[in-house]
């Protein structure tokens, strides 16, 4: 028995699919998943393992945390939570220290704006609790002359 998110990702799928100009058999190969399979998931049959939605997203080049939202494994608030955390942490123009300080001011301003931290926040963020941030860190050192 199909539910509606599973018939809404299957769906989604095909169009994501047709867009990328992938044929199933294409999409299967590259995702590694089986033709049948693939097909039975885009006909609404299949509720696919959030593994085989992450291989098929990577296939795509789309976001596997909106198929997660479209299959029900994941909601609307976590994706963007999610995604917001995804793009701190992939950005190449600060260091890791930094982007470990940057998440903790996002939480404390989610916090502080009332909405929970979620288990996503804990998971490989800590940062020492002896270190803070400074500009020192930030920015090249001044001349002491100037």
Known sequence: MASLNVGNLGEYLREQRRTAQLSLRQLADAAGVSNPYLSQIERGLRKPSAEVLQQVAKAL???AETLYVRAGILDEKER????TRAVILADPSINERQKQVL???YESFRKENGFET?????????????RTADAGDAEPKQNPSS
Not at 80 to 83: V, Y
């Open 118 to 130: 979620s288990s996503y926040a804990e998971q490989g963020t800590a940062v020492d609790g002896a």
């Open 103 to 105: 998440l903790q001011i």
């Open 61 to 63: 080049r789309i976001s």
């Open 80 to 83: 963007d939570e999610l995604e």
